[in-house]
């Protein structure tokens, strides 16, 4: 096993050294492992949107693509508005009742916060 840390980008373990420099195989990253770079991270428990945005319960956001409703042969459209979101813990980030679907959830990675 390799002592060399993940990556701080994409949190994958395949890295590897070039000179001083680790890389990151999978998306291309090159930092040195020796300087700690003090970076902000997110808080866990903020649940953000496909674009950073932090998303709140009551919020309203726009599905970015086309999402097949497993189960059924319904497909929720990107650009479909969905209003009065619910955070809850999970995989699934967001509870909602969405027109002519009924109630979903949905991974807010698939959507992005709608502006006022």
């Known amino acids: 096993m390799s002592d060399l840390p ?6 994958e ?3 590897y050294l070039e000179g ?4 990151c ?3 291309g990253h090159e930092w040195n492992p020796s300087e700690t770079v003090a970076t ?5 428990d903020l649940v953000r949107d496909a674009n950073g945005n932090v998303l709140n319960t009551g919020d309203s956001v726009i599905v970015i693509k086309d999402l097949k409703v497993k189960g059924s042969s319904a497909v929720v459209k990107g650009g479909t508005k969905v209003k009065n979101i619910r955070l809850v813990d999970g ?3 967001i509870d909602c009742k969405i027109e002519g679907i009924g ?3 949905l991974k807010s990675e698939f959507v992005r916060k709608a502006s006022t």
């Open 20 to 23: 001083i420099l680790c890389v």
């Open 13 to 15: 373990s395949y890295t």
């Open 91 to 93: 995989d699934h980030d």
């Open 40 to 44: 902000e991270q997110p808080d866990d």
């Open 25 to 27: 195989p999978s998306c």
């Open 6 to 11: 993940s990556c701080p980008e994409c949190k």
């Open 103 to 105: 109630a979903m959830q």
